[in-house]
Structures are given as structure tokens and as C-alpha cells.
């Protein structure tokens, strides 16, 4: 299971196992999606399973996740999503019922995300082989001239900025899956970012680098950019916009927010220059209300993440082995 936490284990059966026996140059950028030139069009191409258990959650479902994760990969590398493929894994005894609300909240969600799902495939597997449904959507969308996102292009100086409250998501998810209360309902904050990117973009062509932290959550996401770009980052532990109730479920649950998922968040590294419009233009986007600074990039400890404390000290920011919540998307 901790391979699939997208923490060091995940990341070393992509290395270590899956990019040897593929190979090819594209694989190699690991990033949220592919890039590639096709016919004259530069195209983002992405593909994710989604396996979280239960099917429905406050805030969202499956069906809202399969369709906004794979439109925010794409989103990632400044893409507009266009074109979906989805294929639904069913378990031998799943109501009807229950699959069609799961098939209608995902095509409400492709509508609301302004996407077409243009093909797909279903199979059914034997009672026991499986969890409800599993769901594997791809998406292609068309990155636009001039647009060049990606891990590698952190640079010292970068300001490092989130669009809004962090672990909403897999507190929500945990919350109904264990029957928890904290006094409070917490909803998993599950949305398209594609129009919020575009809305970034507008003011900032030149933006270095987006990420949306889901499983293994901002830490893991951050830790990536500074091993790609070879650079490090250093977070304002004191800025970091967790939420009370979600800060309170960690506390009670033993996690640390920086490496629980969401679903609606996105991580940006900004030339310094173009900071205040991009964080003005998010603040004035209905998923970039939330928009703060975090830290920034910075060529000292290369390949490190570390968090300045409220009293003064430093403490790393590591990829965590495995995972903290199994099953949140």
C-alpha cells in the first residue's frame, strides 16, 4: 500500500522499475503530464486512476475527483483541457443506483470544467475483486505558444504561493471513512483549477512552475520541484493557511497537514518580479480567494525543503516513505 502514497516508495517504483522498462525521453520529465508536438499543436496529455473508498464524501465523490484530477494535471503544464476518455471498473453487485449518481456527478463536473468525455470502457470484475467502483480517466488539452511550465524551470528568486487552504480533502475523505467528528463538517475542496491557471497565465506568461499537491500532499510536491530544478525551497511555517478544523483533525489523528492530500490546491513558483499581479489575479478567481505566499526558491541546500519556525529555527521538509491516508483519491 505505501507504494501507492506517492511518497519514496512510489517514487522509486516509478524510477527504479516503470521508467527503465518504458524508457523514452517524455516519461522521463515525470511531471503531472506529458508534452509533446503533434501535428503542429503542442499537446498536454495525462492519465490517473482513481481507487478512493467511500465512493462519496463531503464536498465530492469519485466521480467529481475523476474528472478534476486528470483536468488539473493537464492544467499543471498550463494546458486548456479539452477531451476526457473514462473508463469505470465495476464490482460484481454495485447497485445501479449507486453507479449512476457516481456517472452523474462526473459528467456534472467535466460540464462545470468545460470538458468532453469523448470515449470510455467499462468491465466488470467478481464480487471480492474489488471496492465499488475504480475509475481511470485520461485527458489531452492544448498548451498555447510561448507557455512552458515545468519542474525543471524553479529558479532562485522564485515566490512560492498557494491558492488557498491546504488538507481539506483527505481530512473529509478520513473523516466519513472512519465515522469521525470534529465538531465541525470539513468538505473536500475538489474543483477544476483550469480557468484559475488561465486567469494566472493572463498576467504572467512567464509562470516557472505549477503543481497541484494531491496524494503525499504540498511537502511531496514541493520536495519533487526542488529535486528537479536542483534548487531549494524554503517555506514561512507561520503562513501556511491550514485550517483550524483541519489542523485540529490532524492533532487528533496524528498527521501532519503538509502531507495530506487535496484536490482543489495548487502550488505556483512565480518570478519575483511577477509576484503581486499573479497573487492579485488569483484573489480575484473564485479557487484563488485563499491566494498567500508560502516561501520562496532559493539556491542554498539544493534538492531540500525546510520550514522556518514561528521561533526562529529551520526543520527539513522531507518526502514522507509511504503514505498517512491510504485510499484518499
Given amino acids: 500500500m505505501g507504494h501507492g502514497g506517492g511518497g519514496q516508495l512510489s517514487a522509486e517504483l516509478v524510477r527504479h522499475l516503470f521508467a527503465p522498462a518504458f524508457g523514452g525521453e517524455l516519461l522521463a520529465e515525470l511531471g503531472d503530464s506529458a508534452t509533446f508536438t503533434l501535428g503542429g499543436a503542442r499537446l498536454a496529455f495525462s492519465t490517473d486512476s482513481y481507487v478512493v473508498r467511500p465512493l462519496f464524501f463531503p464536498g465530492g465523490s469519485i466521480g467529481d475527483l475523476a474528472v478534476n484530477g486528470t483536468v488539473n494535471d493537464l492544467a499543471m503544464m498550463g494546458a486548456r483541457p479539452a477531451y476526457l476518455s473514462c473508463g469505470f471498473i465495476l464490482e460484481e453487485g454495485i447497485e445501479l443506483a449507486t453507479v449512476g449518481r457516481v456517472a452523474e456527478a462526473l459528467g456534472a463536473a467535466a460540464r462545470a470544467a468545460d470538458v468532453v468525455v469523448a470515449t470510455g470502457d467499462t468491465k466488470v470484475v467478481e464480487s471480492g475483486h474489488g471496492d465499488g467502483i475504480f475509475i481511470n480517466t485520461a485527458g489531452v488539452g492544448l498548451i498555447p505558444d510561448g507557455i512552458d511550465i515545468r519542474p525543471r524551470r524553479a529558479a532562485p528568486g522564485d515566490v512560492v504561493i498557494v491558492n488557498g487552504p491546504i488538507g481539506e480533502h483527505g481530512v473529509a475523505v478520513m473523516s466519513v471513512r472512519e465515522g469521525l467528528e470534529f465538531g465541525v463538517e470539513i468538505e473536500s475542496d475538489t474543483v477544476s483549477l483550469a480557468s484559475l491557471v488561465q486567469a ?26 526542488a529535486s528537479a530544478a536542483g534548487v531549494g525551497v524554503t517555506l514561512q511555517e507561520q503562513a501556511l493557511p491550514v485550517p483550524e478544523a483541519v489542523a485540529n483533525a490532524c492533532a487528533f489523528l496524528g498527521l501532519d497537514p503538509l502531507y495530506v492530500a487535496n484536490e482543489g490546491k495548487l502550488v505556483a513558483f512565480v518570478p519575483p518580479g511577477r509576484a503581486d499581479a499573479v497573487l492579485a489575479a488569483m484573489r480575484a478567481h473564485p479557487q484563488g480567494g485563499g491566494a498567500v505566499v508560502i516561501g520562496s526558491c532559493t539556491a542554498e541546500h539544493p534538492g531540500m525543503v525546510v520550514a522556518r519556525t514561528g521561533l526562529g529555527g529551520t526543520r527539513v521538509v522531507d518526502v514522507p516513505l509511504g503514505e498517512q491516508l491510504p485510499r484518499i483519491c
Fill in 200 to 225: 494566472m497565465l493572463a498576467v504572467c506568461p512567464d509562470l516557472h512552475v505549477l503543481r497541484d499537491p494531491t496524494r503525499g500532499g504540498l511537502a511531496t510536491s514541493l520536495n519533487e520541484i
